[in-house]
């Protein structure tokens, strides 16, 4: 069975200029999130999504963050525009429900200049 | 918030015992995690413990917990070179899988 999927692995990207980070979780996980990774750093959550409804928004900096997840499957986050210290890892997980194990992608890389 | 503080950095020698800690301040604490995370990957569970338990043991691994200090550890025994990674403590606060992650303790085992 696939794991969670991220792309891309990579970005360099000059600030001020936007960027967009892709997510496919597991089969079947109606439960997604997106967490910042900063570097010596812990993940923190962004934001978690119940099927296409995004639950917990809190600490998502909504004046250039924006996240979405159309039809409760893949999901996208956006940075516009992007900003030095937006420089970090920016982690996918999803889970089968709210109260399960949550199963960690790769990461998506992000270097602003 | 929770606070979830953890050492930076641990050495040991292939074959020895290894043990991780962690600290937080949420009593209320319900369920507590170690994750592993290797070089350019996702974070994996490796093991938990649910807030009404003193210890969990699976295979190598030994999860302690001390609710009145709110201290956790993770102990490797036979610690092995695959082991060398970043081991995160995380603690879900509302029991709602809403996870406070500690700023992970970089082990590295010595051939």
């Known amino acids: 069975e696939a794991g969670v999927v991220q792309s891309p692995r990579y970005k360099i990207i000059e600030k001020k200029q936007p960027v967009a980070f892709w997510c496919n979780p597991i089969?079947?996980?109606?439960?997604l999130y997106w967490y910042l990774q900063n570097l010596g750093q812990g993940p923190e959550l962004l934001i978690r999504?119940?099927?296409?409804?995004?639950?917990?928004d809190s600490q998502l900096p909504k004046d250039r963050f924006s996240a979405e997840r159309l039809k409760g499957v893949d999901s996208t986050l956006k940075i516009q525009p992007a900003e030095l210290g937006d420089s970090a890892v920016y982690l996918c997980?999803?889970?089968?429900?709210?109260?399960?194990?949550?199963?960690f992608g790769p990461g998506t890389r992000l270097t602003v200049l | 918030g929770e606070d979830v503080e953890q050492s930076l950095f641990l050495s040991v020698r292939e074959g020895d015992s290894s043990v991780i800690n962690c600290t937080y301040t949420?009593?209320?604490?319900?369920?507590l995690y170690w994750y592993k995370q290797e070089p350019g990957a996702g974070l994996q569970l490796l093991t938990y413990?649910?807030?009404?338990?003193d210890m969990k043991q699976d295979q190598r691994l030994t999860v302690l917990l001390n609710k009145k200090d709110k201290h956790l550890s993770l102990r490797i025994a036979d610690t092995q070179t695959g082991d060398s990674a970043i081991y995160f403590c995380?603690?879900?606060?509302?029991?709602?899988?809403?996870?406070?992650f500690g700023t992970g303790t970089r082990l590295t085992v010595i051939p």
């Open positions: 997980a999803s889970s089968l429900a709210l109260d399960n194990e949550q199963f």
């Open positions: 089969s079947g996980h109606n439960t």
């Open positions: 999504y119940e099927n296409e409804e995004a639950v917990d």
């Open positions: 949420d009593s209320s604490s319900t369920y």
């Open positions: 413990i649910f807030s009404n338990m």
């Open positions: 995380a603690v879900d606060q509302t029991g709602a899988n809403n996870l406070f």
